[in-house]
């Protein structure tokens, strides 16, 4: 009956949805109606109002719509969806502030006279205000109502004319700030979480292992990471439109004319487009740049676009008097002064060193100036036909509707969830045969046909969160969650531009004169449609133009993880063993040239650790030789162990599935039979069942080949062989380069640790002379001292010991004298050889260090240098096949 009521449940949605019911309302709707159906039904026909849902009852399925809800978005650590209300407030501001109309006719003024110039720069200023404004009907309905005259006039396809305006309208869907992008990160979080705890489980049934390593877990995603994937892949769109119309351009000239400016190209022409582009590329350059470098969060770049289209917009409405950019320039001013002062002061306000006060100081003047700025330009925006008003009015229905549907999504999926529709879901995807990639498209074509019907923000709430986990899970592709984020948005950007349904369309529709057919409207899409399946294709088999960006940017900030974080380990080594291969030889002529020193100066001790550490620096090579022997055993195995292992693993699959099933028959019979009135003939109904499927499991067991475990025995025993080599790499390299690390921080320390000596020298005279408790401090002041640098613990050792015999009720000052001379003794060694070492070996040593520090000491480093973020980050860009490990 669970499948009756889903039924219903999917039946009523849709009902509501095509009937042009709110989607607000739609979503909860048909969750609270089905939920209460199936609440009625259970309690009427069974007794029992929670009889109708795979487990719990209907106010808990109500109860989880709506705490799923509020776990998700009134966590402190999930303020995602802030940036929705600002990102629209930024973009109805500058659409109402008319800067869509200034863009566009300086861009067709700048390329009418190439052949399909026009078409360009439609495309060109949907690209710009996708940018910064990411609204599509208002960017189809402003270039409608501008390009298309201008287009038709000039002789301009009618179907290219609608298609291209169309098209470029949507790009506010792929662009960032894109609000998908942003509703799909942090879908796509929550599905991370799911799809690392699924594969976990399977890790852990696979293997008999509790832990997993982080190098198998999902990668999740944010906004900001998502607005980073998702940039080349919307500026190749751009490219694809571009050419399309070029080639249209080339082909059928007729079809796309160049249109010649009747104006002159002179200085005046030059200032328009200059106040025309240079407003909005300054904008993106502030919100995705801020973003993309790493100063600000998705939240922050959101507030800095939100100010800056009211800078924007107080200019631009205000036009053509005097003090028109007295508030911009105030603004611009005091942001460059900010700016310059953060290059010479700490202006953090918590830690405030000696000298930064008046930093703090000039900075509190620049932010109060670039705040009178900021309300100067909102009470002009206010003042001038209502705007403000209309557009904080806009901002909160817009906002509201997001948040309504969010909440509507919540419920609907709780219910989905309570009548067992995410594990039909799951099992038809994961039954299919061919893996990942058929599950891929089974989910992209169901998104790209439910795309002809409801709204992106409809699929990107109420489907992702059901199938996105199942995707992620699987280790065989092992993608990231913002690739798969960027491919479902460049999807879902067709349900704006597919016909018949598709909003761009109608949009055009409603301002396109009557001359205009809708049906050259559909067949001027349709060509679009096949270039973003192109992108589709080309972002699917080129996943590095997704995650090369996010992964950079992570990588070279400030908070990036260092080079011995376990999930770099891979790559790090892929590129060292390179490295090792071009510059091998270089390396070990270093590793002998630092072996030819005197070094007798040394104490014995470190010339035994020094000699230690060069001959493990040699066997690196021998290392990576013996990894890459073990990884040829261990690829040239695979092919054969690969078809054993998905068979095998696809029964235990099926024998766990089955035990979950005969689990929750057992609970029925245990529920049925202490009922006060149990009924046999059910009991025996479902004995039979569980007698079925154990059956089942029985013949399942029967199916996997005898040979199986020796098979796996082998496999394992290769995949541990290739572990344990590059585990004794690891350690290798790393105390290969720790010594010199610490032997360099030994012998830097010379002349601070000879700054102790009369410190020290004096502790004599007061263990003697003073009392007790001055002694102590004493001592402990200058086990303090000695513990600031390197390699005293011997000295510090004497000195402790020394302050141990001066304590208690009877002091030793005698044997606390022996100890200290001991120390001193000790102390001066220390001294001498350290300042000997100094002179004769330490300009070496860095020589060497220089050297090997970007290689064989590259894991005990704070972070990779340029060059190599780019090499691991391009190599963690690429998916890779973990499923032989599951």
């Known amino acids: 009956m669970e499948l009756v009521f889903l039924a219903i449940l999917l039946l009523m949605m849709i009902t509501a949805l095509s009937s042009g019911f709110p989607v607000a309302f739609s979503l909860p709707g048909a969750a609270i109606l089905s939920i209460g159906l199936a609440a009625l039904c259970g309690y009427m026909f069974a007794g029992d109002a929670s009889s109708y849902f795979v487990e719990g009852g209907p106010i808990q399925w109500l109860n989880a719509g709506v705490t799923n809800f509020r776990s998700l978005y009134w966590s402190v650590e999930r303020d995602t969806l802030i940036a929705v209300p600002l990102f629209i ?37 949907g690209a710009l205000l996708a940018a910064t404004t990411g609204i599509v009907g208002a960017t189809v309905i402003a270039m409608g109502l501008i390009s298309l005259p201008a287009m038709l006039k000039n002789n301009y396809s009618k179907p290219l004319a609608t298609g291209t305006i169309c098209a470029s309208g949507t790009l506010g869907q792929i662009i960032p700030p894109s609000i998908v992008l942003i509703i799909l990160a942090d879908q796509l979080t929550s599905a991370s979480d799911q799809a690392s705890t699924i594969r976990k489980a399977a890790y852990k049934a696979a293997t008999g292992e509790f832990t997993m390593p982080s190098v198998l877990d999902v990668t999740s995603t944010s906004a900001g990471e998502m607005f980073m994937g998702a940039l080349i892949p919307g500026l190749m769109l751009v490219g694809l439109y571009i050419l399309y119309i070029l080639f249209v351009a080339i082909v059928k000239p007729g ?77 611009i001013a005091s942001t460059v002064v ?51 008003n209309d557009v904080m009015v806009e901002t909160s229905k817009t906002t509201c509707m997001v948040f309504i549907i969010l909440i509507g999504a919540a ?33 992209m074509g169901v998104m790209f046909v439910l795309g002809f019907f409801i709204d992106f923000l409809e699929i990107a709430v109420v489907v992702v969160p059901i199938v996105a986990p199942i995707l992620l899970a699987d280790p065989g592709a092992n993608v990231t969650a913002v690739w798969l984020g960027v491919m479902v948005g460049l999807n879902l950007q067709t349900s704006f531009l597919t016909p018949p349904f598709g909003f761009a369309l109608f949009y055009l529709r409603g301002v396109a004169p009557a001359i205009v057919k809708t049906l050259e409207i559909y067949r001027g899409a349709i060509p679009f449609i096949g270039l973003q399946l192109v992108a589709l294709v080309i972002v699917a088999v080129s996943p590095i133009m997704v995650n090369f960006l996010p992964k950079y940017v992570a990588l070279s900030s400030e908070t990036a993880p260092p080079p011995i974080n376990p999930r770099m380990q891979f790559c790090i080594e892929e590129y060292l063993f390179d490295y090792y291969d071009n510059q091998g030889e ?24 020094l000699k230690k550490s060069l001959k493990q620096a040699l066997n690196t090579f021998d290392l990576v030789e013996k990894i890459r022997a073990a990884e040829a055993n261990l690829a040239a195995y695979s092919p054969e162990y690969r078809p054993h292992h998905e068979y095998v693993r696809g029964l235990q699959i099926k024998i766990r599935n089955i035990s979950l099933e005969i689990d929750e028959l057992k609970k029925d019979w ?3 039979s202490q009922s006060d009135s149990p009924d046999k003939e059910s009991l025996n109904l479902i004995k ?120 208690g009720k009877k002091p030793e000052p005698e044997k606390a004298v022996l100890l200290l001379k001991e120390g001193l003794k000790l102390y001066a060694v220390e001294v001498d050889w350290r300042r000997r070492a100094a002179a004769e070996i330490a300009p070496a040593l860095l020589a060497y260090d220089n050297a090997i520090k970007d290689s064989i000491g590259l894991r005990l480093q704070r972070r990779l240098s340029s060059d190599q973020v780019k090499a691991v980050a391009r190599c963690q860009s690429i998916h890779r096949d973990y499923s032989l490990q599951f």
């Open 670 to 672: 245990t529920r049925g």
């Open 89 to 125: 407030f930024m973009g109805i501001m500058l659409q109402r502030s008319k800067i869509a109309e200034d863009l566009l006719v300086a861009m067709a003024q700048m390329f009418g006279p190439v052949p399909g110039g026009l078409g360009i720069s439609v495309v060109l200023v």
């Open 411 to 443: 419920m609907l999926t709780s219910a989905f969830r309570g009548f067992g529709g995410e594990e039909l879901v799951k099992h038809f995807l994961t039954n299919l045969t061919g893996g990942f990639w058929v599950q891929f498209i089974v989910v």
């Open 688 to 807: 039979a069942q569980i007698e079925k499927r154990e059956a089942s499991i029985a013949n399942l067991k029967n199916q996997i080949p005898e040979s199986w475990s020796k098979i796996r025995k082998r496999y394992v025993e290769l995949e541990k062989a290739e572990r344990k080599a590059r585990r004794n790499y690891r350690n290798n390299v790393d105390q290969a380069y720790e010594t010199i690390a610490e032997l360099q921080k030994v012998i830097s320390g010379a002349d601070e640790l000879a700054s102790l000596e009369q410190q020290l020298t004096a502790l004599e005279t007061i263990i003697i002379n003073e009392p007790v408790k001055v002694a102590m401090d004493r001592i402990k002041e200058s086990v303090r001292s000695l513990g600031k640098v390197a390699g005293t613990n011997s000295i510090k050792s004497r000195l402790s010991k020394a302050r141990r015999a001066v304590k």
């Open 338 to 388: 900010i700016a310059i002062i953060l290059t010479f002061f700490d202006l953090n306000v918590k830690n405030i060193n000696e000298g930064d006060g008046i930093g703090i100081f000039m900075a509190s003047i620049a932010v109060a100036m670039l705040l009178i700025a900021v309300i100067w330009s909102t009470w002009r925006i206010y003042k001038i036909e209502n705007t403000l």
């Open 255 to 331: 079809s796309a004319p160049p249109v010649r400016y009747e104006g002159k190209y002179d200085g005046k022409f030059i200032i328009n487009i200059f106040m025309a582009l240079i407003p909005p590329l300054t904008l993106i350059l502030l919100v995705l740049g801020s973003i993309i470098m790493g100063v600000a969060t998705v939240n922050q770049a959101g507030s800095v676009g939100a100010v800056g289209a009211i800078i924007m917009g107080g200019y631009r409405l205000y036009e053509g008097k005097r003090s028109t950019y007295y508030p911009a320039i105030l603004a």
């Open 586 to 609: 270089q390396l070990r002529g270093h590793i002998t040239t630092i072996g030819t020193i005197d070094i007798s100066s040394l104490p014995a001790k470190w010339q035994k650790e």
